[in-house]
């Protein structure tokens, strides 16, 4: 657990330090926002690259307080939940570090050469996001009931037999979505229609697994 915990330290803390690194040598102007057509319009200061990995710091704070709930609310199965909910906190605080970096690496270029038609932040993001919706879905099944995390439903809260069932169906149901995002967003699918691909399956992933978490109580209602 300990080393689960410095992993996570170090990604919420790396960005602010990797951007502190880089803010001598990015220029003065850099963009700060892109459109649905993967064009920047609106630009800031660099320091404004600031933000972000100040934003992380928080939402790692965020998460480390969920984890810490979520394994007091676990019962005998407090150290399971905690472990697997710092690992969708790591998983997510590797999202915005990916963000980070590449927010930072198109300022810099930017000063040089214009890369906003040639680097689409759309694709890139939605594949970070793919392959983190992979890990929590592989994470899902190991959750034991909580109040906090995992596919919580009136019906998956009724029993351990619907929870277990839920969550295994729900982590799977999330890895495929994940691999789906990667695939539509790297070889089909680009800036907007990247967006709305993605958005498009996670909506559709979350009903299909909120009804399927009611037909799982049911069935051990039958049982």
Request: proline share 3%; with cysteine; glycine share 8%.
């Amino acid at each position: 657990m300990k080393s689960m915990y410095r992993i996570f330290y170090v990604l919420m803390f790396l960005p602010l330090v990797i951007t502190l690194i880089a803010l001598p040598i990015l220029p003065d102007k850099v963009p700060m926002h892109y459109n649905l057509r993967n064009e920047i319009d609106r630009w800031g200061s660099k320091y404004e690259s600031l933000i972000l990995p100040v934003l992380v710091i928080g939402m790692g704070l965020f998460l480390k307080s969920m984890s810490k709930l979520a394994s007091k609310k676990g019962n005998q199965n407090s150290n399971s939940n905690e472990k697997a909910t710092i690992l969708v906190g790591i998983a997510t605080l590797m999202l915005f570090n990916g963000m980070t970096y590449i927010f930072l690496y198109t300022g810099y270029v930017h000063a040089k050469v214009d890369i906003a038609h040639t680097v689409d932040f759309y694709k890139i993001i939605f594949i970070f996001m793919g392959v983190m919706l992979i890990m929590i879905g592989s994470i899902m099944p190991k959750l034991k009931m909580n109040s906090i995390a995992g596919l919580r439903t009136t019906w998956s809260m009724k029993n351990e037999t619907a929870w277990s069932l839920s969550q295994r169906f729900g982590g799977i149901s999330l890895m495929i979505t994940g691999l789906l995002v990667i695939i539509g967003c790297a070889f089909v699918f680009e800036e907007i229609g990247c967006l709305l691909f993605s958005m498009g399956l996670l909506v559709l992933d979350s009903i299909v697994s909120v009804i399927y978490s009611y037909f799982a109580y049911k069935k051990t209602q039958n049982t």
